[in-house]
């Protein structure tokens, strides 16, 4: 089908709300095509093969399969993970007016106005008591952070938003439940198990093929990442949000990640990759 690359491409941009979640959908692809998971702290093969690494929502994954001189050169082909989008704060439970509100606060440059009077759900992870992490995706229509009524406004051309106080979301009508409480009975955890979390807001309206004839994708977010799958794509991961907190955070940072599939090119056509071919800092 002409449309499979596109229809392929929201599935995947549907399934990945989060970096974290982008490199587990990347992780199924890659072992699928048959990489194998290293941990970065254990000893690494020395065997040709097809590895790949995960550090927090960054993946780079490589093949030292092909025999090229030493010599030769290598290609990295690199894209995003993360998106612009609103997250949630470490001090997030408010009430106003009666609502439950979720304080929220800008990531990566997000355009602010695009975020008012969406259907948000929320995506990240939890760092647990035991040293371990929960993935949630919970694709519900949970926040909502409402736009200002137009005959309040005291200029109808516009209107400006701190993003400090003017996006924070209401996810209730006043009840007791503070939100980190309900989002582990969502994902099966116990609030006092919960030590840090990475959270965020994504647009629940699912990716589509729009257009007479199918021919444009519609997506509510989007990563430096064609329509195609690769033999090795490298994505660069954007620097973290220091006011987001995990219990296990590693030294340094990786500042690449990468996606690769069964449908990629032969890795016998590729240029050999060092098999320590990442950033850290």
């Known amino acids: 089908m002409a449309n499979a690359p596109a229809e392929d491409l929201c599935q995947f941009i549907d399934r990945s709300p989060s970096p974290f979640h982008v ?61 612009p989008n609103l997250r949630l704060k470490q001090h997030h439970d408010l009430h106003q007016l009666g609502l439950a509100v979720v304080a929220l606060e800008p990531y990566g440059g997000a355009w602010l106005n695009s ?40 200029d109808r051309k516009g209107v400006q938003l701190d993003p400090q106080r003017h996006v924070n979301a209401i996810w209730g009508s006043g009840h007791g439940t503070d939100f980190l409480t309900w989002i582990g009975a969502q994902a099966g955890v116990a609030r006092e198990d919960i030590l840090g979390f990475e959270l965020m807001t994504h647009d629940t309206a699912p990716s589509a093929l729009i257009g007479a004839n199918s021919e444009l994708v519609s997506a509510s977010r989007g990563y430096a990442d064609p329509p195609i799958r690769h033999p090795g794509s490298i994505d660069s991961a954007t620097e973290p949000n220091e006011s987001l907190i995990s219990p296990q955070q590693h030294g340094g940072r990786m500042s690449t990640t990468a996606r690769a599939s069964s449908s990629a090119t032969p890795t016998s056509q590729v240029p050999a990759s060092h098999t320590r071919s990442f950033s850290a800092g």
């Not at 093969?49 to 490589?62: P, T």
Request: with cysteine; glycine share 10%; hydrophobic share 40%.
């Open 115 to 154: 975020w008012l009077d969406r259907d948000l759900g929320i995506s990240g992870r939890l760092g647990l008591r035991d040293g371990t992490e929960k993935l949630v995706h919970i694709d519900e229509p949970v926040l909502r952070v409402p736009q200002l009524a137009i005959h309040l406004s005291e």
């Open 23 to 83: 490199c587990a959908t990347v992780a199924t692809e890659l072992e699928a095509a048959g990489f194998a998971r290293l941990e970065e702290r254990a000893a690494w093969p020395t065997d040709q093969g097809r590895y790949y690494l995960i550090r927090g929502g960054s993946l780079i994954a490589w093949s030292t399969e092909a025999s090229t001189p030493p010599t030769d050169a290598f290609r990295i082909v690199g894209g995003h993970t993360d998106s």
